[in-house]
């Protein structure tokens, strides 16, 4: 090599400072044991700031019962705006060969932010990490917006914009991705090479709803084609009776019962179970024929998602107050509105403790199967 003032300099640069070699990494063994990914990094997008601390306080709390002195790098609040609106993400530590799980809240209710910044920023803080050396990137989204646009509907020449979110994660750059109870099974397929690990509300729903287990004057009933099989499955588990509603969509966003299929005689109560509320006109509608036409005369409600809409709040109000509705059960996959939160018959499931299980698992390559 010629020598040159420019060599000189640089020369001695980095003296002291340590060359990695596998004898460095056994002297240094006992500081800290990692998985194979990395050393465990959580870090949360503003809208999931509110989940993430629930399961680094979780996951804190079983490193500490289980004696361990491992520390649990957390970054919260990684994505910010600039003047101009741009979503731009720094990343205050090295993230260089860490397993980094990314939070974000998709659809957040308790702030101005919408479904598509949320988003933005997922993919820009997805790519922060890989551009800067995450050794592997896992999207923990506990709810998968845009999961319904999953297939061309009866209104006009609508995208699989589930598919596009889905390319979107994968150029970011995910490895993986960690949500509950998407819209539909087959989502997996639209992640090609990418692990999509779901947990099914099928578990949460049959713990909350023990109670009601072979209840003669209950009938668990399915508001529409797609949560049938989970209410087979749940109905089964807890030997109670069920049925199905055939449902229509006379304008997007707008629900309609046909029929519901199904042997009612003898019952009194129901058991309404779906994947979400969005404007709360499926739960509606199906209440009102329930009462209407099959005899029912009160009923509890469980949905994996609550979207927090004001035209919902208002819809549950009402079949409250008529006496109809008793009990309705949501969980925390999106943050919930102080409206909601505020009526006095609503009840929320935590979710972060299984999700703080299934990151354990995840980072240190366990299976999964049984807690999903
Ligand atoms: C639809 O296929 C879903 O399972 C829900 O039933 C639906 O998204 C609920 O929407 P909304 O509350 O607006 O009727």
Same mark, same amino acid.
């Given at each position: 090599m010629i020598p040159s003032p420019l060599q000189d300099m640089l020369? !001695?640069?980095? /003296? !002291?400072q340590a060359f990695f070699t596998p004898e460095w990494f056994s002297r240094n063994a006992d500081r800290q044991v990692e998985s194979p990914h990395g050393r465990l990094l959580l870090a949360s997008c503003r809208s999931s700031d509110y989940f993430a601390r629930q399961v680094v306080e979780q996951y804190q709390r079983f490193l500490d019962q289980a004696g361990s002195r491992a520390e649990l790098l957390f970054l919260d609040e990684i994505d910010f705006k600039f003047s101009d609106g741009e979503t731009c993400v720094r990343l205050d530590v090295d993230v260089s060969g860490n397993d980094v799980f990314v939070f974000q #809240?998709? @659809? /957040?209710? *308790?702030? /101005? *932010?919408t479904v598509d910044e949320n988003t933005i920023a997922l993919l820009t803080a997805v790519r922060a990490m890989r551009e800067w050396g995450a050794n592997r990137v896992t999207a923990v989204v506990p709810y998968l917006a845009? #999961? *319904? @646009?999953e297939k061309p509907t009866k209104f006009k020449r609508e995208p699989t914009t589930a598919k596009l979110l889905a390319d979107l994660l994968i150029s970011a750059g995910i490895d993986r991705v960690l949500t509950f109870d998407p819209h539909f099974d087959t989502i997996h397929g639209f992640y090609r090479h990418v692990p999509v690990n779901s947990i099914t509300s099928l578990k949460i729903f049959e713990k909350v709803f023990e109670d009601f287990r072979q209840q003669e004057d209950l009938i668990v009933v399915a508001p529409d084609a797609g949560v049938s099989k989970l209410v087979t499955y749940f109905s089964r588990q807890l030997k109670l009776k069920s049925a199905v509603a055939s449902k229509y969509r006379p304008q997007p966003e707008e629900a309609a019962i046909a029929e519901v299929i199904g042997d009612f005689e003898d019952k009194s109560r129901a058991l309404l179970l779906d994947d979400m509320i969005s404007t709360g006109g499926t739960i509606y509608a199906l209440a009102n024929k329930l009462v209407e036409e099959k005899g029912i005369e009160s009923l509890c409600v469980g949905v994996s998602h609550n979207l927090c809409q004001q035209e919902a709040l208002e819809r549950m109000r009402d079949l409250h107050d008529r006496g109809i509705l008793r009990r309705l059960i949501v969980t925390n996959s999106i943050p919930q509105s102080d409206a909601f939160l505020e009526l006095p018959f609503i009840e929320t499931v935590d979710l972060s403790e299984i999700f703080t299980h299934l990151i354990n698992r995840i980072h240190y390559n366990r299976s999964l199967a049984e807690l999903l």
């Open positions: 020369n !001695g640069h980095f /003296d !002291g #809240a998709l @659809q /957040d209710p *308790r702030s /101005d *932010r845009y #999961a *319904r @646009q």
